[in-house]
């Protein structure tokens, strides 16, 4: 525990004073989530590799940010929450990692999804890398829960 507080302090330091708050609050998604926002991803986009694929520390670092930045709509383990879907759906983990990181980047502001592109690059693709690692759980519904 106390390994985790100090690296979850590192990041918090290493983010430093940037602001990254969301944009907007997210009227709760109905339950029929559609996740058509990941099918804009231009081609270009979704060729991009990760250039941490084959960091397994990638994965625990994109965990701390999750967890800073995400569990708060997502979940924990992005299971999905009160005002975001669950990111275990296959409509998620079936996408190239390139299309979850121009998702990220630009964000879903009018329905709620803030725009990530203030986390540095690297960020974003460790937090791909960890979204990632959570794998397809098809029992969680795709919407919010109630
Ligand atoms: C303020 C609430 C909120 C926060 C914080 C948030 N999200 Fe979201 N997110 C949403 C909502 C709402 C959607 C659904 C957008 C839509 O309808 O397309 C979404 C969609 C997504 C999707 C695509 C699934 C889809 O619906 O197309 C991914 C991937 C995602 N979020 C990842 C993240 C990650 C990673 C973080 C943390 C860096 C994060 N989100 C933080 C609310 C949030």
């Not at 339950?31 to 270009?44: G, Q």
């Not at 803030?114 to 795709?142: H, I, T």
Request: with cysteine.
């Amino acid at each position: 525990m106390n390994n985790r507080m100090l690296a979850l302090a590192f990041f918090v330091v290493s983010l430093g004073p940037m602001s990254v708050l969301p944009q907007k609050r997210a009227s709760a998604a109905d339950s029929s989530h559609d996740y058509s926002e990941l099918n804009k991803a231009p081609a270009r986009a979704r060729a991009r590799m990760n250039p941490f694929q084959n960091d397994p520390d990638a994965v625990i670092a994109g965990q701390i940010l999750f967890s800073d930045h995400c569990t708060e709509c997502h979940g924990t383990a992005g299971g999905g929450g009160k005002k975001g879907p669950s990111l275990r759906r296959p409509e998620v983990q079936n996408v190239p990692d390139g299309t979850l990181f121009w998702l990220l980047t630009n964000g879903v502001a009018w329905r709620g999804m803030p725009v990530w592109s203030k986390l540095p690059e690297a960020q974003r693709w460790q937090l791909v890398r960890y979204l990632k690692s959570l794998g397809v759980n098809d029992g969680l519904k795709a919407g919010p829960k109630p």
